[in-house]
């Protein structure tokens, strides 16, 4: 079954504690693309990637990093999380552009 | 910076009415133009995409694009309970990845 991955589901953290958010698609997609989404804001890109080795922010990307070493899959890193970064995170991927991107089941993060 | 505007709403409509969903956009560059929709709990998923100006119309859907205006709009026509969700716009502006969306305007259809 074509889709896109994300582990863990649901997570709570404290401040600082490092974690990933992993994601991963069996699509064979060139693209991959990580969001956020909090009430009244919807959907703000964080990073995403174009192919493998090729990486760029989006809208909002500080406090966060990403790595593209293989296509299957496109991590979330967050060094030192911050109650700001409170939300839920959407991976989508697609093939060739951001044109028809399948989003993930979404990761709901609460930091404390 | 960039902005995609939308009304939150809630918007609600009867069944078997249209439903008319709209979005504005500041750059005049702006290259691609998509309509997403959420189930409450759910994740995105795309319902329209547009690149030129004028109708596209898919099933039940109609997106409408006026570069000029800035403007680009989803109709829903003999809207169903089933289309009760959030729609999001969203603008691509550049021949990059990079993606703009709105706030989302919740639907209600109404039986």
């Known amino acids: 079954e074509a889709q896109v991955t994300q582990n863990p589901r649901y997570l709570i953290t404290v401040t600082g504690k490092k974690l990933t958010v992993t994601c991963s698609q069996n699509?064979?997609?060139?693209?991959m693309s990580w969001y956020r989404q909090d009430p009244g804001l919807g959907l703000r890109q964080i990073y995403y990637?174009?192919?493998?080795?090729?990486?760029d922010k989006g809208d909002v990307p500080e406090g966060y990093k990403v790595s593209r070493k293989e296509k299957r899959n496109f991590p979330l890193i967050l060094e030192s999380p911050s109650p700001n970064q409170t939300s839920l995170y959407f991976c989508?991927?697609?093939?060739?552009?951001?044109?028809?991107?399948?989003f993930g089941p979404g990761t709901r993060l609460l930091v404390l | 910076q960039k902005e995609v505007e939308q009304n939150s709403g809630p918007l609600s409509v009867p069944e078997g009415a249209i439903a008319s969903l709209n979005c504005t956009y500041s750059?005049?560059?702006?290259?691609?133009f998509f309509w997403y929709r959420q189930y409450s709990g759910k994740s995105p998923e795309l319902i329209m995409s547009?690149?030129?100006?004028g109708d596209k119309e898919d099933g039940r859907f109609t997106a409408q694009l006026n570069k000029a205006s800035q403007y680009v709009s989803l109709l829903i026509r003999d809207s169903q309970p089933s289309d009760s969700a959030t729609y999001l716009c969203?603008?691509?502006?550049?021949?990059?990845?990079?993606?703009?969306f709105g706030q989302g305007t919740e639907l209600s259809v109404k039986p």
């Open positions: 990637s174009m192919n493998v080795e090729v990486t």
């Open positions: 750059d005049r560059v702006s290259q691609s």
């Open positions: 989508a991927s697609s093939f060739g552009g951001v044109e028809t991107q399948y």
């Open positions: 969203a603008v691509k502006y550049n021949q990059g990845g990079k993606l703009i």
């Open positions: 699509m064979n997609h060139e693209y």
């Open positions: 547009i690149y030129s100006n």
